[in-house]
């Protein structure tokens, strides 16, 4: 088994991984279906042929709880298996987060052209424009601060739900060799 991770991966909102193996997607869903099964007072999910879902099972529920979404694939060129891992929150919340950064970017780019414009024809009448601009900047830096405060505190998790990626095919790897 390769496992690929490079340091761009490791900087992102939401670290991804790659994981070759010999083993067949089919296969690879039967075993991470088994591995969950026996892990089932830790983890839950939801696994089909192509696509899992794992959690970390927590007393605490906060907003960043951590999911690992595997999708496989077949690699024709080197004829084996590649598992594709995203670690990030919820569907829901990661759409709020994007959600929120999409707002206020064309917030943004809205008031400080006002401002531009403004200041191009030599008017005063907006001049709550670049104030805006600013304060517009400030939550932007709020919502990613609150998403970096959401991935600290969630930093065992998504170290529990890696070791969940790899044990659960590292096993029958070494069966199968």
């Known amino acids: 088994m390769k496992i690929e991770e490079t340091v761009l991966d490791q900087i992102r909102s939401r670290p991804r991984f790659k994981m070759y193996t010999e083993i067949s997607r089919e296969k690879y869903a039967e075993i991470v279906k088994e591995f969950l099964n026996s892990q089932s007072e830790y983890y839950t999910g939801n696994i089909n042929s192509e696509t899992a879902t794992i959690m970390v099972k927590s007393e605490h529920n906060n907003f960043w709880k951590p999911c690992l979404s595997l999708r ?3 690699d024709s060129e080197e004829n084996k298996t590649v598992i594709r ?3 990030g929150p919820t569907s829901a919340v990661w759409t709020f987060f994007m959600f929120l ?3 206020g970017s064309i917030l943004w780019m809205v008031f400080i052209t ?3 414009v403004e200041k191009q ?3 005063n009448d907006f001049p ?3 104030t805006a601009s600013f304060a517009t900047l400030f939550l932007l830096a709020l919502t990613y601060f609150a998403t970096k405060i959401g991935q ?3 930093r065992e998790e998504m170290r529990k739900l890696r070791d969940f990626a790899e044990k659960s095919i590292l096993q029958f790897e ?3 060799n």
């Open 72 to 74: 496989t694939e077949h």
């Open 85 to 87: 891992g995203i670690f």
């Open 101 to 103: 950064y999409f707002i």
């Open 114 to 116: 006002i401002w531009f």
């Open 121 to 123: 024809i030599k008017s």
């Open 128 to 130: 709550w424009a670049l």
């Open 152 to 154: 600290y505190q969630a």
């Open 174 to 176: 070494k069966q199968e």
